[in-house]
């Protein structure tokens, strides 16, 4: 059976260094109590994200989302990650590859909750409630690249597009 997931993992960089899962969800966990006062994101007209920190380990943006906004299947390249959900909630879509089976399951994320994740975790998130929803996201090493994948047949996940993250444009 064909792989349903095609690994966009890069050797080219080093993994997660000390920082555990743990240390991620706690990092966003703590940021989330202060997502709210970032600028546009209490009454989003459209998916906004603002880079919070960056340090040589880590980077976590607040992403705020209107009811009905999504964003589609994807990596997160070679990065960890972890999601904490400051206010609203979402739901998580995520397709992983069990012995050339193909798992989707989704997962209702809500306030308070958070998540982490290691590289290789390949997700879409939806907001399906009539309130707009507030996150926060950290990445470890720091996201590069994301890798989108499409559906095809049998359950088959296929990567059709990868955006790269120059640094100097996070700015
Ligand atoms: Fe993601």
Do not use: C
């Not at 603002?50 to 009811?67: G, K, L, N, Q």
């Amino acid at each position: 059976m064909t792989a349903l997931l095609t690994p966009t993992i890069s050797p080219s960089r080093p993994a997660l260094d000390d920082l555990s899962l743990h240390d991620l969800a706690t990092i966003a966990r703590g940021l989330a109590e202060t997502a709210h006062l970032w600028p546009g994101v209490t009454d989003p007209r459209e998916r906004t994200w603002h880079t919070i920190a960056r340090t040589d380990r880590f980077e976590a943006f607040v992403i705020a989302w209107p009811s009905g906004s999504s964003i589609d299947t994807h990596d997160h390249g070679d990065a960890a990650g972890a999601i904490a959900v400051a206010s609203g909630e979402l739901i998580e879509t995520t397709v992983s590859d069990v012995g050339g089976t193909a798992t989707i399951q989704t997962t209702k994320l809500t306030a308070g909750v958070q998540l982490a994740f290691r590289a290789g975790h390949v997700h879409g998130l939806t907001n399906r409630g009539s309130s707009p929803a507030l996150t926060v996201h950290v990445y470890s090493p720091v996201l590069r690249t994301m890798t989108f994948f499409e559906e095809g047949g049998d359950g088959e996940h296929l990567p059709v597009r990868t955006e790269w993250f120059d640094l100097e444009d996070l700015r």
